[in-house]
């Protein structure tokens, strides 16, 4: 009996313990009510949060070129094969190498003429020899005539005298024309330059006999390269020559050029065509790079605004327009020509809305915004002044 009393007195005191816990608890999370006549914390309004000052832009029409965009090779204008006009001759000096610039007529190689000058001299002494049977038969011919007047001379001898001079003077033009070929063999022993350039390749080896034919060097002619943009059929119809082209070389540098001519037919595999850019000289544009570029065709009216107003998001642009009671609101838009810092909206701009220039990506739709006018910032200006005495 006095073992259940005292068990059962255990279980009340544990009670009493739990209940006041739960009291301190409740105690300790009810706000206490406010003094007589404090005024409450009001609770702070999402809402009533300070609105991002921006300034807006309204879009400007402007005339810019249309452009073409294109990819393609950058390669020589022209090429120049210098090769030896004489074979079985031994290269003697090479006096040029790879990206030397040469003239017109210049000597680039010269070749062993030993052999050369010795047959020069022998058809020269074939030469007199044929002016020495010539000399003799015109003598024959004249005494002939001479004793034929007195008739002691038979027709056929006269007759074989004038055939003997008619065969020196052939055998005369022929060891004349075989010194003009031979003095041409010795001026071949110098390989000159067509024209003017700058050498691209050379095959050349010192030493090495020639044959006639063979290339020794590749020139750039006049060291002018160009692009050969590859156009479809509808853009090749609308590119004509002597339009300004902007070609952007591996290297991101932009080199100016002009179109040079049209290819007249398109490739009947890949149906495309080429238009060739005639590229500003020293500007870094090699032969066998791949560049890209733009050609631009007639100026139409573009409606641009400031690139800083255009957001980018989930594939997309967009601009925000300034709405009623200064909130603003997300466009979709299509973008087309750039120049400088603006941007052409092709699609989804009313001209006379007006645009959030710059900040966009920090707001969402129906974020309200306090606008700075040009007016604000003068008046803002004015009063710097008259608190400073005008002296900023």
Excluded: C
Excluded at 11 to 30: F, K, P, Q
Excluded at 210 to 216: I, K, M, R, S
Excluded at 275 to 286: D, E, H, N, R
């Amino acid at each position: 009996m006095t073992s259940n009393l005292k068990s059962h007195q255990k279980w009340v005191i544990v009670g009493l313990v739990v209940l006041i816990l739960i009291a301190a608890a409740y105690a300790m999370w009810v706000p206490r009510p406010g003094k007589p006549g404090e005024a409450a914390t009001p609770t702070k309004d999402p809402s009533s949060a300070a609105a991002l000052t921006v300034n807006v832009v309204k879009a400007q029409t402007q005339t810019w070129p249309q452009q073409i965009q294109a990819h393609g090779a950058v390669t020589a204008w022209q090429e120049v094969v210098v090769s030896p006009e004489t074979g079985g001759l031994r290269i003697e000096k090479l006096l040029v190498d790879v990206g030397s610039t040469v003239r017109r007529g210049q000597v680039l190689v010269q070749l062993s003429d030993s052999t050369v000058k010795a047959e020069l001299r022998k058809q020269e002494a074939l030469v007199a020899q044929a002016r020495a049977s010539l000399v003799q038969a015109q003598m024959n011919l004249k005494r002939a005539k001479a004793v034929d007047v007195v008739g002691a001379l038979a027709p056929q001898k006269l007759d074989e005298y004038q055939a003997n001079q008619a065969t020196a003077e052939a055998s005369l033009a022929s060891a004349l024309a075989d010194l003009e070929s031979a003095r041409l063999k010795l001026s071949h022993t110098k390989i000159v330059a067509a024209d003017d350039g700058v050498v691209s390749s050379k095959s050349a080896v010192l030493g090495a006999v020639v044959t006639a034919g063979a290339e020794l060097f590749r020139l750039i002619r006049q060291g002018r390269v160009e692009w050969r943009a590859e156009l479809d059929a509808a853009q090749l119809a609308s590119v004509a020559a002597d339009q300004p082209a902007h070609v952007v070389l591996p290297n991101g540098k932009t080199v100016e050029g002009k179109v040079r001519l049209v290819s007249p037919t398109l490739d009947a595999a890949t149906g495309r065509g080429m238009a060739y850019v005639s590229l500003v000289a020293g500007q870094g544009a090699q032969p066998g790079q791949f560049a890209s570029g733009s050609i631009d065709l007639a100026s139409t009216p573009a409606l641009t605004l400031p690139q800083s107003a255009i957001v980018l998001r989930d594939g997309r642009s967009y601009v925000y327009v300034l709405g009623e009671g200064q909130q603003v609101s997300s466009r979709v838009v299509v973008s087309g020509r750039r120049q400088g810092d603006r941007v052409e909206i092709v699609t989804g701009l009313d001209p006379n809305w007006s645009v959030v220039a710059s900040g966009g990506g920090f707001l969402s739709d129906g974020a309200k915004v306090t606008v700075l006018s040009a007016n604000a910032a003068e008046t803002a200006g004015a009063a710097a002044d008259a608190k400073t005495g005008g002296n900023r």
